[in-house]
């Protein structure tokens, strides 16, 4: 995919999240940057009730055919931060991923859902690459 092809479909679905209703994620696309996104996770029930956690998400040069970059920037227990790190639907296992998932997808399937099922993730947690 050619980079102003990439650059329209971020765009696209940067609107789309922009617009979302779910009152978890904050979205904040980089101005400069489309292919990097700034998330933050709130209005979580217990154990992560009150808090807010970040999160960076990078499109490769080949997104939205392959997953997403995601870089934990908050301690919260289940994602390590400090580097990338992969959750079920990204880079690992191979064959998770659907393109059709998009950004906003990944974030709300693979972080969103990873902290509210934080029970059956607490012995692997995020992969870290």
Known sequence: MNPRQQ???LLQQA??????QNPRVLWLPDGADLCVWHVCICNLEDPWRGGEFYFKIKAGPDFPASPPKLECLTDNGLFEPGGSIC???GEYPP???????????????????????????????????
Do not use: D, H, P
Request: glycine share 14%; charged share 15%; aromatic share 6%.
């Open 7 to 9: 650059t329209k479909i």
């Open 15 to 20: 609107q789309l999240a922009l617009k979302s």
């Open 87 to 89: 959750v079920s639907i």
């Open 95 to 129: 064959g998770n991923w659907r393109k059709s998932l998009g950004m906003e997808g990944f974030v709300t399937n693979g972080i969103v859902n990873g902290m509210i099922c934080y029970s059956t993730m607490e012995a692997s947690g995020g992969i870290r690459i």
